[in-house]
C-alpha cells in the first residue's frame, strides 16, 4: 500500500484532508476550493462525484444544483453544457471570475490533487464505479486513489476493478470494517460527532484488523490535535490549515 496513505498522522506532517476543498477560502467544491486546498499543502483534497446525462464527470455535493448555484436542476438530468450555464450564488461573485464559479468536472479536481501533489479523496454518489476510477487512473497509480461512500455496496463494487485503490466507508459499523478489510486496503469513520464519546477500545478493534480510522470533523485546532494525539490516521477539516496545526503544536 502507498505509504503517503499509510504513514502516520503527526503534527509534523498533518494528515489533512481538505472536506470539499478550502471553504472558508472559496465556494465547495469548486475549483477556487481545490486550488486554495493545494496552496495550503493538503494530504488530500475530498470531493463528491456526479454525472451528467451526457456522461460528464462533475464535482457536487448535491443531487441538484439548486442550493450552491443560480439556477435550478438535477445533476443526471442535465447535459454539461446546461450546468455550466449555472455560477456558485452569494459574496463568492465580489471574489471569483464567472468562469471559476462554475461547476468543476471531475477532471478538474483531479489535476488539480496532481499540480499541488495531493491525493484525490473522492466521494463517490453514484452507481458507475468503473467511470471514476478510469478517470482517476489516467492522472493517478491505483495505490494513491481514495474511494469514499457512505453506500457499503459501492465500495464492495470498487473491488471489481481495483485491488489496491483505498477504499474508506463513511457512518461504518465494525462488522461493516471488517468486511472490507478481508477485501483490500480500507479506513473507516465512525458516527461519533464529539470525539468525547469515542470509545478508545474501537480505534484498537479497527487497528487491528489492518483498518485506518478518522472521525468527523477537526474543525478547531484544538479538535484536531486531539484527534492525532489519540492515533486517528487521518483527519477531515473544514477550514483548519495544515501550517496552522503545526504551529500549534
Known amino acids: ?16 484532508i481538505a472536506h470539499r476543498g478550502l471553504t472558508n477560502e472559496a465556494p465547495e467544491n469548486s475549483n477556487p476550493a481545490f486550488r486554495k486546498a493545494g496552496e495550503n499543502g493538503f494530504w488530500a483534497i475530498e470531493t463528491d462525484v456526479h454525472k451528467t446525462k451526457d456522461g460528464i464527470l462533475v464535482c457536487n455535493h448535491n443531487q441538484t444544483v439548486d442550493e450552491q448555484y443560480d439556477g435550478s436542476g438535477t445533476i443526471a438530468e442535465m447535459s454539461f453544457s446546461e450546468l455550466k450555464r449555472y455560477h456558485f450564488k452569494g459574496a463568492w461573485t465580489k471574489k471569483y471570475s464567472p468562469e471559476e464559479l462554475s461547476i468543476p468536472t471531475f477532471s478538474d479536481y483531479l489535476d488539480a490533487c496532481k499540480k499541488y501533489g495531493a491525493l484525490p479523496f473522492i466521494e463517490i454518489k453514484i452507481d458507475d464505479i468503473k467511470a471514476v476510477i478510469e478517470a482517476a487512473l489516467a492522472i493517478f497509480s491505483e495505490d494513491e486513489i481514495i474511494i469514499s461512500s457512505t453506500d457499503l455496496k459501492r465500495l464492495i463494487d470498487v473491488r471489481k476493478y481495483s485491488e489496491r485503490v483505498f477504499v474508506h466507508h463513511i457512518f461504518s459499523s465494525q462488522e461493516a470494517m471488517e468486511l ?10 465512525y458516527n461519533y460527532p464529539r470525539l468525547s464519546s469515542f470509545p478508545k477500545d474501537l480505534l484498537e478493534r479497527t487497528h487491528s484488523r489492518g483498518a485506518k480510522l478518522c472521525l468527523r470533523a477537526g474543525d478547531t485546532l484544538e479538535q484536531a490535535a486531539e484527534m492525532i494525539e489519540i492515533g486517528l490516521d487521518y483527519i ?3 477550514c483548519i490549515t495544515p501550517a496552522q496545526l503545526k504551529q500549534y503544536k
Open 236 to 238: 477531515p477539516t473544514n
Open 1 to 16: 500500500m502507498n505509504d503517503r496513505i499509510v504513514r502516520e498522522n503527526i503534527f509534523a506532517d498533518p494528515k489533512l
Open 180 to 189: 472490507l478489510c478481508d477485501q483490500g486496503p480500507c479506513g473507516v469513520s
